[in-house]
Each structure stands twice: as C-alpha cells, then as structure tokens.
C-alpha cells in the first residue's frame, strides 16, 4: 500500500491551492450542515413544546389553534374528562384561547410580524413546566397585564416591561414581564388572562382548545376514541407533540428542500473545483506516479492512493464547513411558520446526525471530484519516470 | 569454515552462476508510432548477460540504450521478439504481474534520482518493502541495512531537498537495493552530480557488484563510468555493436 | 500578436482544466439565475401593486375582521372612484388536500371594478351575478383540475367549517402576469348567509379601495383611519404596496438566507477561477520572466492576466445564462401551473441577466488580483532561473 503519509505530506506540501479547493468544499459543507441545522432547529423547536403527557383537543379539521374554535358550554365537560389526571377539585386541565396579533418588526421599516397572543388560565402553567419568568413578572389573573415570550420580545418593535401594547382602544395591556419557556415555541408568544383577552377581542363563548394531562399516556386511545365518537361535538384530540410536530412540518420541510437543490448547485462547483486541483497534483507529480509505477506498485494502487488524498482534501474542507456552521448555533433564525401563520423565532441547531451526514457528504465529493483524476494518475506509465 | 573458506566457496557459487545468463534477448525490436508511421528505435537485439556482471551500455543520444534498458526492466514491452530474465519470460506478462515482477526483481536508480520530495529518506528507502508482507519492524531494520551500506544512516530523517545531489543518489541506491532484488538497473546515475559525488557512486555501485554479488546494468555517456563496469557494450541505431 | 490573442491562447493553454473552470463558472451562474428569479418572482407582488388602490384592515391584526357597515360609512368619502371588500375563506378541495389555492369571499359589485387588472368575459361576469353560489375561477387553477363552465366543485371550509359547493361560473385572465391566476372568488353574501356561526355574520376581512388621483392616497388613507379612529375596531389604511410589503417582510429572514447564498455562490466562483488562474501563472513563471527582460512591464503582465480572467468567466457566464434561460423558464412553466398561487409568473428578469452579467465581471476581476499581483511583484532573475 502506498502510505498516507505520502497523501498527507503531498497535500500540505502544496498549500495554496490545497486550502483553495477545500475552502471550496468547505463552503458546500457549510450550506448542507446550516440548512440541516436550521430545520432541525425548527422542528426541535416544535418539539419542545409539547409534553408527551398533554392531549391538545381541537375543532375537527382546524390545521391550527388560530382556526379552532369550542363552545364555551362544552369545556366543562371537556376537561372533566376521565382520562385527565386529578388536581385539587378538578383536574390538570386548562382551556386557551389563541389571536394572531398584527405588530411592527423590530429593525425594519414597514416591515410587520404576526404573534399569537394566548389567553390562559393560572392551570396552563402546570401544564407548561417550561415557563420560567426571566425578567418582571407573571400578570395578575383576571387583569389586563401580560408576559411576553423572551424569542417575541426581540421581534417586535416597543416591546419589553413596562411597555404597553394597543390591542384594543382604551384598553391597552401593559407587559409586566418576561419569560423562557426551553426554546420552545411559546417563547414566540404573548400570555394574559384568558377572560381579559377574550373581552379585548370579542371572543366572548368560546375558546380556541382544551388541553389535558392525561393520567398516564397510555389512556390517550381511550380519549381519542371517545371523543370522535360524537359527532356532534366536532372535536379531535392529537398528543401535545404530535400537534407541533404537525406544524413544523411546512417549514421544515420548505427549508430542507430549498437549501438541498442549492447544496447540490453548490457541490457541483466545489467538486470542479476539487478536480480541477487533482488534475494539476497528477500533472505536476507524473514522475513521482512514475517512480512508484517503476517501483512495482500496481496501477489500482495508484488509483486508490490518488482517490484517497482527495477524500482527505474534502474531509479538511468538511470539517472547516461544519466549524463554520456550528457557529451560526449563536444565531436565532425567526420567520412566519406557514402552518400556525405567526411569528416563530428558532435557532441553528446541530445534531450528531447532521455533522456525520456532512462529512459523508463532503467525502462523496472528494470522490466523485477525485475519480477522473485518480484514474489519470493510474494510466501514468512507469516510463515517466525515465524522462527528464 | 573460516572466512577464507566461506569466500572460496561464495567465488565457486559465483564461477557457477556465471555460467547461466540472467539476462536473454533474442530479435529485440521496439518501435514508436506516431499516427501510421513507425519509429523504430531497436532493431533486432540478441543479447546475454551473465548473472553478477557489471556491464555499462553506451551509446550516442538517440541509440536507444536506455528503451533496451527499459524493456529489461520490465518498464515497457517490446515490439517483436522475446525478454527473458532469471528463468521468466517478460513479454507474455500481463501489467500487473510485471508490476510485481518489478518489485521483486529489479532495482532502480535513475539520472534524477527520483526521491518522492514529500517522504523523508527513510520513508523512501522503505517504499518497495511496502510491497512484501514484511512487519513494520522488519522493514525499519531493512532500511537501516541499506541506508548503513551506503553510508547515510545520520541522514534517515531528512527530506530530499535536505540532502546534495550525491546524498539523493546514494539514498536512491539504497532504495534500490533494500528488498534484495536480482539486477540493479541504473540509467546515467552519475549524469547530473559533480565528479567528486560520481566517483563516489560509482565506488557504492563497484561495492554493490563484487560485496554483494549484485548484476548491475548501467546506462551512461560517462566515459569514467564506463571503466568502471566490467563489460562494455555500444548500441548505435538501435543495434548491438560487436564489442 | 496582440493582447487578445496571447491572453486567448494563454487561456487554452490548459484546454482541459479551462473547460471545467467555464464548466463550473456555468454552473454557477445557472444557480444564482435561478435563486434570483425565486425572489424576483416572491417579490413581484411590489409590482403588482398599482398605484391607486389602498387597502384597509383591522388595526390590531391582519386575521381579525372589521364590520361590514364600514363599507357603507366609507362610502361618501371624496377621491374615491371605487371600494370593494372580502373574506379570507382559507378552504381546501378535498381532492387535492396538500396543494394550496387562494379563496375569497368578494363583494358582487365593486371588489372586481378596483381590481381592472382581473378580466372575466362579460357574458360569464353576467353568469356569476346571476347565481348566488356562482364562482370566478382563475384560468391556471381551472386548467390544473379541469373545472368547466358548469362544474359543480365542493370544497372543504376550515376557518368556515363544513361543505361549501360552488357553480364555476366564469374564468379570468389578468393583464399583469405578476397577479395570481389561480384564486377562486365568490359571493359574499354566499358566506354571510350561509352555516357560518353568527359571531362571524356581517364582517369582511379587509377593503380595498381605489382612489381618484394617485397623489392622494395617503390624505385618504389618513381619512379613513381617523373616521374609525373611536371605534370598537380601528382600521389601518395603507396603500397596496405597503400591504404587500408587510407579508413579504413575514418571511425577511428567508430572503435574506437567500442573498446570503447567492454571495456564497460568488466567493465559489471565484475561488475557482482564482485556483485556476494562479495554476496558469505559476506554470508560466518562466515565461514571464522572458517577457519582462523583453521589456514588458509588470503592468503589461497584469493586464494579460486579468484579460485571461476575464475572458475565462465571460465565457462561463455567457454559458450559464445561454443555458439558465431555457431551463429556469422552462422548469418555470412547471411551476406556474403546480405552485401558481405562490409563483403566478416564473421567468427570468432582465434585471437578472444583467446582474449576472455585471457579478461575472466582478468574479472575473476579483480572481485575478492576487495572481496578477505576484505575477507583478515577480524578480525577472528569479522567474528566469525557475524550472516548471
């Protein structure tokens, strides 16, 4: 076998156009792994929000909260049901009532954002652990106060504590705090009393869902079945991270298409580039391939140790392309999700999965790129290395 | 046995396989084509060299001596005609079996040394054993051997562009001879150094031939060279003249 | 021998390794023509804009609805030639559920005179005015499934839940390509009178209105803000660009990944052209340094060098817009008929083009420079006694 070494020391011997074609690929690399980590960050996102143990019931046929719509007499019964694990008198159960607000960006001009604004009942914080207040806090129930999501608050032009929001005339709301809620979604919305977010925007009589914790998981069936057995309620229930599951999907899967027709653009460009390199390393190295030829080493020998080095070249530029995308971890990505149409602010983020699946990729490139050239060095003859 | 008796017996083992040729070439002919139209460069060559020999072919530029040499070393194939070395018939070899051929039987040295810039001395030396299935520790004390024989162990760690010419030299010898092969093949070594460094090859490959019973075939213009092998042969257009 | 011709045959010199760099350089023109017209077209709802329609909704958010009577109250305000209104109906067709068409709910009269872009043939506007359950189809949407004159088409109401059925009445053209030919449109009075829950009677989701001199729209604008100014729902006029605006700039951030993609593919191509650029210049030291004992000038070298790049990403862009034009549009008429709603129009732009045209210059100068600069630095006694 013809030693790495000799690829290793061959590549670092020509360093300025080893590092251009690996800057190359390395910009390949970096779009793969950005946009793998971007709809990885929405989708953990979305995970995060549910909790296995939470049933979400909703009006049959609403793809979203913003869309749904229960009768005020049926929530009641709604959250009185069996599988819902006891609390107090009642059970860990809450209703919420969801409005899609329109408010100016921050940072641009002209440029506006929807959030969700969610009307809530003291219960919703037992069934959403994650809430943390970071900074103020928590609103009053039944008061015109609210919290604001830590994503949404840098968002949104004038919003903070202290500040108050015009939602309705006369009866502006005034933000008291802000919170956390594990990079989840919830931390793109805006939280108050759910009869004072009803009065303000005429919801009066209904709600948008009833959420349930369930006794234990498995109970989940017995619900759904129960409840799609009535037709005239006209509900569905889904679990807590089926439903966000369901509403990343759009994005994600927007993102992933997207940035892989241009990952694939790009990697064309790079594998050329990469070629281009080879091509003059064989052209530049003949007497060598000729001396190892004359040497005995056979032409599938060369081929292989050709092929080799430029894996090793795309390996170096993947790993400086995954280097680059892992800093972007520090920036947070917002945009309007398609499903929930409301602001949602997620971050680049990476999962073992992706930096293995980018350093595959940028080696399929060192070997699609390397190939032409490694079979040219195989065809060098032993005589080359005879000439002067 | 004393030492006497182990070079008597090593001369006799000598005379004997002076006797067989190493080397047989009979109706050599090789030609280039450019397009239809032939380029012939040897043109029937019959030849014998004695296992152990030292023999140096000379030549004007043009003469073909070193596409005879090449074709000897199983680098190229001939035309017409038929190759034999140590028993083995060379023109009835696929490539990859000359490649291994290669690798057992021949050593090079060329006029441009040829070292891989990128591998230190050591790492030179040590290529052709990376063909055998000798361990790691094995080849180590096979490339002191070589590099000791000639006269460069201090220098094992050094890269190519490290070392002068005649170091260069002296390191692609003892690539040459580092798996032990049958003929050393050596095209103008002494072409490209100053007279002081090719004296010293020379001296290296005169050890080489009568120490370690090496059959050296050297091509070379150098008339100093030339006395220093133990045979003379003239090619000119492409045919053997009788020496 | 002139310039030209050296700088020609220096670029030759190499076929091989010239013909992957225009490769490469085609390729990547190809890429960047495409992501452009992607946003060109997602923005073309700017230049669909005219300049003398305004749109007013409700203040707090684009989902909330405003009274009908505000219609009515608008209607003696001076300046204005016309106003219409609608609803967001957001339904499905069951038979293709995943694809996306716009549905509104329209006025009978005027929505249709402010909006003279869209084009129904009289005799079937007549049809449509005649049958409450009458609809307007958009031609690309009725030609994807086939819907005739007569057609009875139900579809799936999510934020008005239940079967709505529909009479295709009639079919529009647009005079602007950049308008959406794929909406359905229909009765208002349809909705408002049909199984809806009456919280939702007697609303429009927003009015369009058109006014008389284009330089007044803001003073309308302002006008009609202020007549709503102490009511329950408060209004915000703007004019039809701005509201475009404010949905493009829902999805900023995914331009702006855009744009920064588009630079990447830049620093690809000229990373490319620069590696091959300075293989050239390093094989050719030798014979720079013969030119310059002649008496060329490190000048005469540079020029030379950025000539051949020139030269280089002149052909590769050339190329790449020979090829992007017949595969962008082509693939583009794809589009139009499937994604019509987002895409109304897919082709390239000349602005495109020329942008192109201009970035493949600047790729061409850019690659040159630190080649042309060490090619210019170079000693005539060191380049001479350089051996390839």
Partial sequence: MIPIAYNVHSLAARRSTTIAAALGIALVVFVFAAVLMLANGVEQTMRATGSPLNAIILRKGSQAEMQSGIEENAVGVLRASPEAAPAGSGTMSTAEVVVI??????????????????????????????LQIIEGRNFTPGSDEVIVGRGIASRLADVGVGRELALKRNRPVKIVGVF?????????????????????????????????????????????????????????????????????????????????????????????????????????????????????????????????????????????????????SFVHFSTVNFQSFSELVFRFTPSPGILIGSLLFASIMGLLGGLFPAVRASRVSPVAAMRD | MTLNGVSTSAAVAKQDAAAKPIVTLRGLKKSYYRGLIELPVLDGID?????????????????????????????????????????????????????????????????????????????????????????????????????????????????????????????????????????????????????????????????LNREFGKTILMVTHDPAAADRASVRRHLDKGRLLNS | MTYRTMLIKNAFRNRFRSILTITGIGVAILAFVFLRTVVDVWNSGLTAAAEDRLVTRHKVSITMLLPRTYYDRMGNQPNVSSIGYANWFGATYPKDEHSFFANFAVDDDNYLNVYPEIVVPPDQLAAWKADPAGAIVGQTLAAKYGWKLGDKVTLTGTIYPGDWTFNVCAFYTTTNRAIDKSSFLFHWKYLNDGPISDRMREQVGWLVIRVKDPSQGSAVAGAIDSMFESSEAQTLTESERAFNLSF??????????????????????????????????????????????IGFTPRHLMVLIFGESLFITAIGGALGLLIALPIVNGFGKFIEDNLGSFFPYFAISSGTVALAAVLALVVGLASAVLPAWTAARLQVTMALRRLG
């Fill in chain 2, 47 to 207: 030849l014998d060299i004695p296992s152990g020999a030292f023999e140096a072919l000379m030549g004007p530029s043009g003469s073909g001596k070193t596409t005879l040499l090449n074709l000897i070393a199983g680098l190229d194939r001939p035309t017409a005609g038929t190759i034999q070395v140590n028993g083995v018939n060379l023109s009835s070899m696929s490539e990859g079996a000359l490649a291994d051929w290669r690798a057992r039987t021949i050593g090079f040295v060329f006029q441009s040394y040829n070292l891989i810039p990128v591998l230190t001395a050591a790492g030179n030396v040590e290529l052709p054993l990376l063909l055998t299935k000798l361990s790691a520790s094995n080849r180590k004390d096979r490339v002191k051997t070589a590099l000791r024989i000639v006269g460069l162990e201090e220098r094992m760690g050094h890269l190519p562009r490290e070392l002068s010419g005649g170091q260069e030299q002296r390191v692609a010898i003892a690539r040459a001879i580092v798996s032990d092969p049958t003929i050393v093949v050596a095209d103008e070594p002494t072409g490209d150094l100053d007279r002081k460094s090719a004296d010293e090859i020379l001296d290296l490959l005169v050890k």
């Fill in chain 3, 248 to 293: 493009i700039s829902m999805y900023a951030a995914i331009f702006t990944a855009m744009d920064v993609v588009s630079v990447v593919i830049l620093l690809i191509m000229t990373m490319i052209v620069g590696n091959t650029i300075a293989m050239g210049v390093r094989e050719r030291t030798h014979e720079y340094g013969v030119l310059r004992a």
């Fill in chain 1, 101 to 130: 607000i329109t408010a100016s960006a921050a940072g641009t001009k002209g440029g506006v954002s929807n959030a969700v604004v969610r009307g809530v009942m003291p219960e919703s914080f037992m069934l959403r652990q994650q």
């Fill in chain 1, 180 to 328: 956390s809620a594990d990079n989840s979604s919830f931390e793109s919305e805006i939280w108050g009393d759910l009869n004072s977010i009803r009065a303000i925007f005429n919801r009066q009589g209904a709600v948008s869902s009833v959420t349930l914790r369930l006794k234990n998981a498995s109970l989940f069936e017995d619900l759904r079945r129960r409840i799609a057995s009535d037709p005239r309620l006209g509900l569905e229930v889904k679990r807590e991270p089926t439903y966000y599951d369901e509403q990343s999907q759009g994005l994600s899967v927007f993102i992933k298409t997207l940035g892989l027709v241009i990952a694939i653009f790009f990697s064309v460009g790079a594998m050329i580039g990469a070629m281009i390199t080879m091509y003059a390393q064989v052209a530049q190295r003949s007497r060598e391939i000729g001396t190892l030829r004359a040497l005995g080493f056979r032409r599938s020998r060369v081929l292989l140790s050709f092929l080799l080095e430029a894996i090793l070249l795309s390996l170096i530029g993947g790993a400086l392309g995954i280097v680059g995308a892992l800093g972007m």
